[in-house]
């Protein structure tokens, strides 16, 4: 979608980014829900749902790819927004084999924004920590991506969200939305409950008692795995 522009702006997660990177540079494995966790820790391999993950594929790799790119950054400028941070990351793996199959290189190339609200909520994150203790006046301006995040809800004039899932990301898009009396469409994919008080959980309908979606907004929560049912969607609107 990406690729193809299908979205204006993307706001997720730390664990995004990682993932993205970390794939980019090493593989993952098919794992198992039901695997011994204690014996996985043992080998040093984390799981995530049923895929498996070692050290070297996760925070190793990563520390050694983003630390020279953090090098090369701070050169060119103390100060960076999330957008224009994650822009320049998604330049600088343009030449990789994989490249291609990576979220920020396409969000780099076709100039599509991604704001990250919980930007130190992951390994992403503790690697711009680890830079800064040797560089003290490396900074990163969560103030203007919100005034850029603004800029576009205001500018919009109606407005949609596509909420895969729930927590930071999706309250960060309705949060923004409320000021502009709501969207205008919403749909979720969401395999978490209504009832147990959860953002995740909560329907879309929810969101209208709070202004962040138009009383007549076209509206609707789908309950299940966004891995299977957005590209059953997506191959239908293309």
Known sequence: MIKEKKVDVIVTTCGTIDHDLARLWKDYYQGSFSANDDELHQKGINRLGDVFIPNECYGIILEEKIQPILN???EER???NTRDLLWKIGEFIKDDEK????????AWKNKIPIFIPGLTDGAFGSQLWLFWQTH???KINIFEDEHLLSDIV????KTGALMLGGGISKHHVIWWNQFIDGLDYAVQITTAVEWDGSLSGARVKEAISWGKV?????QITIPGDATILLPLIYSFIK
């Not at 138009?214 to 076209?218: H, I, Q, R, V």
């Open 72 to 74: 090369k950054i701070y």
């Open 78 to 80: 103390k100060e960076w």
């Open 99 to 106: 490249s291609e199959e990576s979220i920020l290189y396409w």
């Open 136 to 138: 003290k006046d490396f």
């Open 154 to 157: 205001y500018s919009a004039k």
């Open 214 to 218: 138009k009383e007549n907004a076209k």
